[in-house]
């Protein structure tokens, strides 16, 4: 039980002591894939599409962005972050897909893969409620982290 981090000796969940740990840049970006269909991609006009709800991908990006501020209160053993920057970014890729990032920067002892993957999720989750009136076969998929920066370890995934 305890080569767990989050596990303490007792086998009791516990947060990560960061205090040790220096602070360094930290950066992660995760990605999504999002089947939306045609019939709501073809009302795309200039990478927006204005629902009743209002513009799609800008409410998207702003719920993101909220949601990386929140994974702390989301995920139980996140530390809350001093965030500096979040970037998310969405794109039509063909008729019927879209891929969100979401990119996440800190400096601060621990990382923001949660907070990035957070991100890329609410922001597809609030294009599945903004667009759910139209077509309910949307499909939020291969979600991941595809880089991370700082830390220990650093990933890039493509």
Do not use: W
Request: proline residues 3%; aromatic residues 6%.
């Amino acid at each position: 039980m305890t080569n767990f981090t989050h596990i303490n000796k007792k086998g009791i969940p516990k947060m990560v002591n960061v205090f040790e740990k220096k602070i360094t840049k930290r950066t992660a970006i995760a990605k999504a894939m999002m089947f939306l269909g045609t019939e709501i991609i073809s009302n795309f006009k200039n990478e927006e599409f204005i629902t009743k709800k209002g513009p799609v991908f800008q409410t998207a990006i702003i719920a993101g962005i909220q949601g990386v501020k929140k994974t702390s209160e989301l995920i139980p053993m996140c530390h809350p972050l001093l965030i500096n920057g979040i970037d998310i970014d969405i794109q039509i890729v063909d008729s019927e897909n879209i891929e969100v990032f979401c990119e996440v920067t800190i400096e601060g002892k621990t990382g923001v893969e949660m907070e990035a993957l957070t991100g890329v999720n609410i922001t597809c989750l609030t294009i599945y409620d903004m667009c759910k009136s139209i077509n309910q076969k949307m499909v939020i998929k291969e979600v991941r982290l595809v880089a991370k920066t700082g830390g220990k370890s650093e990933i890039k995934n493509g």
